[in-house]
């Protein structure tokens, strides 16, 4: 019997952070006014904390050239 199930878990500060970058940079807005927003001293912190889904965004902006250059 797992009963850990049924404890609701809580959200952290640094979990709702994290999940507020990742929103806004799923949702394509500038990693240099993430970057501010968090307060991270320069932009490669929010680029090293974030490496996974810039690079989830990077292949998207890569197939969406591929396609512009296809019609052409």
Do not use: C, W
Request: hydrophobic share 40%; no cysteine.
């Amino acid at each position: 019997l797992d009963i850990s199930a049924d404890i609701p878990k809580r959200i952290t500060f640094h979990g709702l952070r994290h999940s507020h970058a990742s929103m806004l940079i799923s949702q394509g807005v500038a990693v240099e006014y993430i970057s501010e927003r968090l307060g991270h001293k320069d932009i490669s912190i929010t680029q090293k904390t974030y490496l996974h889904l810039l690079q989830v965004k990077r292949n998207k902006e890569i197939s969406h050239t591929i396609t512009l250059l296809n019609s052409l």
